[in-house]
């Protein structure tokens, strides 16, 4: 089972993913994305699935248009885990 962050982990955050926001209700991370059109987007959206795929962690995701918002949490570990912070800041490399 993975574990969740730590409140020492927790307290990094806003330096670690600045971007990245905690979400309301739920022990989670969301950040949202803009693009020029749709299919800049879809490009983007490509290249996180194979991230995500490669570190075997999926993120929770929407797309409208030129806009892209990812959620993550560890399911398994039920919040946030390490796993959650090493995909946000692999898709902030992008």
């Given at each position: ?11 990094t ?7 990245w ?9 969301q ?6 059109d749709f ?30 918002s ?19 800041q ?5």
């Amino acid at each position: 089972m993975v574990a969740k962050l730590t409140d020492t982990e927790r307290a990094t955050l806003a330096t670690a993913l600045p971007q990245w926001r905690l979400v309301a209700g739920r022990d989670a991370i969301q950040r949202d994305f803009a693009f020029r059109d749709f299919v800049e987007a879809w490009g983007f959206m490509n290249r996180v699935a194979l991230l995500a795929e490669k570190q075997d962690h999926h993120p929770e995701w929407s797309n409208v248009w030129n806009r892209v918002s990812i959620t993550l949490a560890t399911h398994d570990a039920g919040g946030l885990s390490a796993r959650d912070i090493k995909l946000a800041q692999a898709i902030d490399q992008l």
